[in-house]
DNA sequence: CAAATATAATTTGACTATCAAAGTAATTGG
DNA sequence: CCAATTACTTTGATAGTCAAATTATATTTG
């Protein structure tokens, strides 16, 4: 096989099965209660103090009716508190629990082993070659979504 | 930022956009008639004459009733046929028309499209670098797979 | 061989995630 | 001050999914 079809192989298979490799991962753990988008909400409200919801919508590329339902049900879960601004009153301010902010470090820690995991065994000029290969995949959607409009 | 950053970065980003990219991607051309889920229905199915429904949904890792009403919708878009075997007639065998041998093929184009951009620039000790690491990844999950009892 | 069991697929009922559009409440700019 | 805008929520719809019940057929077994 040659190198091309190797990497074609392996990369569809990562992509077309990451979320729910990912999310079958989490299920093994302490926080089965969350599914993997649930997860990500998590990840991208973080650890900092608060964020509003349309900030959180739009970095998670959702529309805000979705984040309002994700965040009811976070609530639900105890992952999130919800309050709103007292300076905008239209402003809705969103943070982690105590339990969210695990939540959330459980996930980074997951991260960060796969990284270690992907990583290990390379020197230097080969973590340099993998970055030049991730920047390149990157680059190629970002040229697709050109043509798709979204940039 | 270092390179473990660096890569945990991308790789976040990509892992958890990239069936959203991929589907956004699909959307500009010819198939946009077609979801990412369907689009790897008809990938699994194939260029091979015939598969039956079982095979298909456990190779697509749904179950079989999910598998159904897939199929309905893509004969009803004209992407794939359905026949019951004259050998068992409990068995249901598929394949794919010849529009939906030309969306698998468009769809075989996008992937190596994707590998090229991804190993531009790159000799061939460097894509066996590459391999290396996406082998680690692909053993990463395996891992975590073993504990959660997938195998 | 007839009855029980197993298999392949479909149907049903439920749930999650999602969007667009309508609705509500608050703020801002003329 | 009121029209327009903004921030969010609600509503109604769709896609994708599963588990469990159902249907049809095949296989096993007493």
Redesign the pocket.
Known sequence: MSNHETVNEILVRLFANILDIEEKCLKIGEFADL????MH?IDNIGLTSER????T?KA??????????????LIKKGYVE?RR?S???????IRLTERGREAYKSHEDFHKDLVTSALQQLNSHEEEVLIKVLTNIDEFFSEKYKYAGWY
């Open positions: 599914s993997i988008t649930e909400v509003t919801m349309s900030d919508a998670v590329k959702v529309t805000s009716g979705t984040l309002t339902t994700a965040i009811d049900n919800r601004s300076e905008d009153r239209r402003v809705v301010k």
